[in-house]
């Protein structure tokens, strides 16, 4: 089954407000994905449940990494805490690309998450 695509989402650095923000409802079965629009952008995340859950962005190798051996950097985990917590790492454009600047999405239960670019200027 294919992943289901995540749309990225532009935000004012300077008065851009959550409530400007969708948030999408993600599942572990069909995984997730969104193409990387370069630079950083971020992950926020809320559980919806009652414990805590985590959420994977698998790493893949690439060149000049620090793990230079295997050039290949660590996967991103993110562990949310029971409800009504919200959770936000930065992804960053360089170790994640699975191809054609995708970057999977792997929530280890049912969760909701919005992928954001912050705009530099107002």
């Known amino acids: 089954m294919p992943r289901t695509a ?3 989402q532009t935000l004012a650095a300077y008065g851009g407000k959550d409530e400007d923000l969708t948030l ?4 572990n079965p069909n995984g997730n994905q969104f193409v990387h629009p370069g630079g950083d952008v971020m992950l926020i995340i ?8 985590a959420v994977t962005i698998p790493a893949v190798a690439f060149p000049g990494s620090f793990n230079r051996g295997a050039g290949a950097t660590n ?10 917590n919200v959770s936000v790492m930065a992804i960053p454009d360089k170790g994640f690309n ?22 530099r200027t107002p």
């Not at 999408?24 to 599942?27: E, Q």
């Not at 996967?75 to 009504?84: F, G, K, L, R």
């Not at 054609?100 to 912050?118: D, E, F």
Request: hydrophobic fraction near 50%.
């Open 75 to 84: 996967d991103i985990v993110i562990t949310t805490a029971a409800t009504p």
């Open 46 to 53: 809320t559980n919806p449940t009652a414990g805590p859950l």
């Open 24 to 27: 999408t409802l993600v599942d």
């Open 98 to 119: 699975q191809g054609s600047g995708v970057v999977h999405i792997n929530p280890a239960a049912l969760l909701t998450i919005a992928i954001v670019k912050m705009t």
């Open 6 to 8: 995540i749309t990225v």
